[in-house]
């Protein structure tokens, strides 16, 4: 499953980055050709002050990048569809696609009847039966406990409207990607576990 920024914000976010930095190491060794011809070359010298810009620019860019999102997710939500359904006899709460583990029947299920968000500028609290997951949304990793090798690892970030939640624990796997529309919310659940994996739509109407 495809984790982090999208891959074509990086290319792009790294091809102006690349640009930047030899346009400034060109100014500053004097390797900009001028159009009238070497005895003009010395009138687009840059200054110091220019060559310093385009470094600082380089240096803020990602900076200066839109991060967060302006959806809130904060409510009670009721599941009102799951494409594909999930099958017969598990139960939408059941894990599937090989899942395991003490997070199979909340965090890891394949569509879970019920899910609580608290949202606020910096962090988004998931709450899926008894198991309650906080992301920063920085992108940074947070472990649930911090330390043990078969911690509950999140993280989370924005991209534009879409909120991208990233979750491991042992050797499961999953994705959620929401967005928002009026008071339907749509999750778009990739799991993967033991070389098995599972996509579903799933759509939320929210109770509160």
Known sequence: MTSGTSPLKQDDLWLKQDYLWRRASALRVGRVRSPEGPRHI???????WQVLLMLALVALWPAVTPAQGTA?????????????????????????GGIGGPYAETMLAQAPETIVVVQNTTTVTVQIGSATIAYTLDDKTTELPPGDVMAFKSRAHWDGAKLHLHYKQGMNWGRDVLTLSGTTL?????????GQSTTRTLAYTKTS
């Open 42 to 48: 010395a009138a687009h010298s840059p200054c110091r």
């Open 186 to 194: 749509t999750i778009v659940r990739d799991l993967e576990s033991g």
């Open 72 to 96: 809130n997710f904060s409510g009670t939500w009721k599941i009102a569809s799951a494409v594909p359904p999930v099958p017969a006899g598990r139960g939408r709460g059941a894990a599937g």
